[in-house]
T-cell receptor
């Protein structure tokens, strides 16, 4: 299994600002994903972070709002831009490969005032 | 479009009871199915992964089964303990992209 860390673990932000969340894995991984978990809800995939190229976004999520970087096989960032209270959620990164177990980071709890 | 449903949404049982959590999915063309545990305010812990060619997987007191043709999976927890209290999520891998589609979860409370 992979050990995944996320920074920050939580943050409280003002509307209109941006927050960048980091995801670090202890080994090289093929696939990295970013999920959002809104209060009381299940997880929804935001995008697949592709190493060396633009992320692949799911329906309803756009690059201008959630820019993602993945400079190498162990690290990725997700930025939540121009935040509003509706962006208050837990943001989780996960890693895996086709047909294998996926492992999740501890999550970043974001509150937007 | 794949949809995943978990029943019941919440469950409360006395310690020691055996219990079953249910997960159903609409499209049987899946790659695998994974069960996770989530403690309040925390990330997800992987419990069991079942490949599409498998019927069940076991880990300790946990047993997960998969019936692709009927679009169902169950997670069986034997001799439940208060430490099992958490939200249990099932997630379906429906393509070779590795993406998971999650159910809404079952919140379990085991009373001492």
């Amino acid at each position: 299994s992979a050990v995944i860390s996320q920074k920050p673990s939580r943050d409280i932000c003002q509307r209109g600002t941006s927050l960048t969340i980091q995801c670090q894995v202890d080994s090289q991984v093929t696939m990295m994903f970013w999920y959002r978990q809104q209060p009381g809800q299940s997880l929804t995939l935001i995008a697949t972070a592709n190493q060396g190229s633009e992320a692949t976004y799911e329906s309803g999520f756009v690059i201008d709002k959630f820019p993602i970087s993945r400079p190498n096989l162990t690290f990725s960032t997700l930025t939540v831009s121009n935040m509003s209270p509706e962006d208050s959620s837990i943001y989780l990164c996960s890693v895996g490969a086709t047909r294998t177990e996926q492992f999740f980071g501890p999550g970043t709890r974001l509150t937007v005032l | 479009k794949q949809e995943v449903t978990q029943i019941p949404a919440a469950l409360s049982v006395p310690e020691g009871e055996n219990l079953v959590l249910n997960c159903s999915f609409t499209d049987s063309a899946i790659y695998n199915l994974q069960w996770f545990r989530q403690d309040p305010g925390k990330g997800l812990t992987s419990l069991l992964l079942i490949q599409s060619s498998q019927r069940e997987q076991t880990s300790g007191r946990l047993n997960a089964s998969l019936d692709k043709s009927s679009g169902r999976s169950t997670l069986y927890i034997a001799a439940s303990q208060p430490g099992d209290s958490a939200t249990y999520l099932c997630a379906v891998g429906s393509s070779n992209t590795g993406k998971l589609i999650f159910g809404q979860g079952t919140t379990l409370q085991v009373k001492p």
